[in-house]
């Protein structure tokens, strides 16, 4: 009789011992199977896909009034009605009825991804933008203008960039702005021409495009030869 005791208890120490690890395996299987799973692909994917991967060294960016141009480089995929959605509204201030339409995207750091994009402008889809995604937040976090191209009578205004590269590998932008007024608008003896030029340099180190104090002319002159 104690011999089957002992017997007994025995087993029931050995189940009991089977019984804590085996919870310990079917966790660690579910633990590893869980960490390979992949990361699922968020609402910007097909909208990114859309764009065509370049690498910025010194690239124009400029706009034009003849899309039509075989030249012209920066005409883009269109977007369809839901893409166009996701897009900030100040990317769409224009008629959208004209279009928006896909170009290029740039790395800008590990995170981030400039997306050039044509988008409503004066009269036409002639405002190409700056749309900075941030994988992160699986958003986009900043839209500004950098090309434009338009003439209506006497009044003209272009705008052009040029995207860089610094030596520590970080992206500037710099933007030259010009508005022409002719005189004659005004007053049909008025043979002047009135002509205003900014010039802006703008750094991505921070979470929103960044003015810098730079002399913003200097730099954009740099580029003002380059094709």
């Not at 690239?59 to 883009?76: E, H, L, M, Q, W």
């Not at 400039?114 to 190409?128: A, C, E, F, K, M």
């Not at 921070?206 to 030869?225: C, G, M, P, Q, Y």
Request: net charge positive; charged share 25%.
């Amino acid at each position: 009789m104690p011999a089957l005791i002992v017997i007994h208890v025995m087993k029931l120490q050995n189940w009991f011992k089977i019984s804590l690890v085996l919870p310990i395996i079917i966790l660690s299987s579910f633990t590893i199977k869980t960490g390979n799973r992949q990361k699922p692909p968020g609402k910007y994917a097909t909208l990114l896909n859309l764009y065509q991967p370049v690498t910025i060294n010194n690239f124009k960016v400029y706009s034009t009034t003849n899309f039509y141009d075989d030249a012209y480089k920066f005409k883009g995929k269109r977007l369809d009605d839901a893409q166009v959605q996701l897009l900030p509204k100040k990317a769409i201030s224009g008629d959208p009825g004209s279009g928006l339409f896909a170009t290029y995207k740039f790395v800008i750091d590990a995170n981030r991804t400039g997306l050039l994009t044509r988008t409503p402008g004066q009269y036409d889809s002639s405002s190409i933008k700056l749309l900075i995604y941030d994988k992160r937040k699986d958003a986009i976090t900043d839209c500004f203008q950098v090309a434009e191209k338009w003439a209506d009578a006497g009044d003209t205004f272009e705008a052009q960039s040029w995207l860089f590269k610094n030596p520590d590998k970080t992206i500037n932008c710099a933007l030259w702005e010009q508005s022409v007024h002719d005189g004659k608008l005004d007053d049909e003896e008025d043979t002047t021409r009135k002509v205003t030029r900014h010039y802006y340099l703008f750094g991505f180190k921070k979470a929103i495009h960044d003015t810098l104090s730079t002399n913003a002319k200097a730099v954009f002159e740099r580029f003002k030869e380059m094709k």
